[in-house]
């Protein structure tokens, strides 16, 4: 704006009386100014920021769960514990992406005790807190619907702990539901795609590889399993094929991070494959604005945050729910 004041400065040895003349170029170029200065906004949205309900019930969830595991039996306190861990997680970053964005504050709700007394009740509000993330994740610009689709996998995640958090649910993928491109793919999301059916692939062998280190109570986790990576992986080719992109072909063998010999590193080797899967839907995320290929994304990001959970505590890993899905450290 100093180019504008210094443009419109006026030099003392220049001032003189106005002409009927002056008057009326004055009125002419006031009339061309309005409309500009109309057209210049602050560049930003100005509205509430979408994010700070979901911040606040994260922080309601994290102090109702710290209530709990403040009051209740050993094994309820631990899970109430992990419960808090995430959704305090998923505050912080709901927080640091609202810092970032720096919309005007709305008037925030007066605050109210945590109402949740057990553990049913905090498995009530994750489903309510994933469904509120979730229902953003089509419209948001990408970093924001990648975020809020963490947060919904991360609560899925978490009730995966216990049934008496709701156990979550796995919503799959339908490959023959799977949008089929009406032209090309962007290059970044063609890329992203490719590397989610890199990952695919792999999963679909591991869970091959383990079928044979794992006792038959396992036999339905392993065929579910396997099940869903093989219709995600059908879904990708469906897309890339349907853009004229050749898919990526699967590797005859992949390499585990640590060797396979026995039930906990089977396990181990399961719950790395559906972490990688994580972050290849959560890139898909980040590559693409089209809202089908972001709920296709979303599912699978919350498909292996919940059966990552199930393998993670049979492998003896913490913390068994990952707060925020597919997400890379920084």
């Not at 004041?5 to 009326?24: G, I, N, Q």
């Not at 009740?121 to 990648?146: C, E």
């Not at 949008?179 to 692939?201: C, F, I, K, N």
């Not at 559906?274 to 089209?290: C, N, P």
Request: aromatic share 2%.
């Amino acid at each position: 704006m100093s180019d504008r004041h210094d443009a419109l400065a006026v030099r003392a040895d220049r001032v003189r009386p106005r002409t009927r003349r002056d008057v009326l170029r004055c009125v002419a170029l006031a009339a061309v100014a309005v409309p500009l200065a109309a057209a210049c906004g602050p560049g930003y949205a100005e509205g509430p920021d979408d994010l700070v309900p979901l911040r606040d019930q994260a922080r309601a969830d994290a102090e109702s769960a710290a209530a709990i595991a403040g009051t209740g039996a050993a094994q309820s306190a631990a899970l109430a514990r992990q419960v808090a861990e995430v959704r305090s997680a998923h505050a912080d970053a709901l927080q640091a992406e609202i810092d970032r964005e720096n919309r005007p504050a709305a008037e925030s709700p007066a605050r109210t005790a945590p109402a949740s007394a057990d553990l049913a009740g905090l498995g009530s509000r994750l489903d309510t807190a994933r469904a509120q993330a979730a229902a953003l994740v089509p419209a948001q610009p990408r970093h924001r619907a990648s975020l809020l689709a963490s947060v919904a996998a991360g609560c899925a995640a978490a009730q995966q702990l216990s049934d008496e958090l709701g156990g979550g649910s796995d919503p799959g993928v339908d490959p023959a539901a799977a949008p089929v491109p009406s032209g090309t793919l962007p290059p970044e999301t063609a890329d992203a795609l490719q590397r989610a059916l890199t990952a695919e692939h792999a999963a679909v062998w591991v869970y091959g590889l383990v079928s044979a280190f794992l006792p038959g109570d396992y036999t339905a986790g392993v065929a579910d399993g396997a099940s869903e990576h093989r219709d995600r992986r059908d879904a990708l080719e469906r897309i890339l094929n349907g853009a004229g992109a050749t898919p990526v072909a699967p590797e005859a063998a992949y390499l585990p991070p640590k060797p396979v010999t026995d039930e906990q590193t089977a396990a181990a080797v399961v719950a790395t494959a559906e972490t990688d899967a994580a972050t290849a839907w959560r890139g898909v995320l980040d590559g693409t604005d089209d809202g089908e290929l972001r709920t296709v994304a979303m599912r699978a990001l919350m498909g292996s945050a919940s059966r990552g959970t199930a393998w993670r505590g049979e492998a003896g890993l913490t913390p068994a729910a990952i707060a925020l899905p597919g997400r890379t450290a920084v």
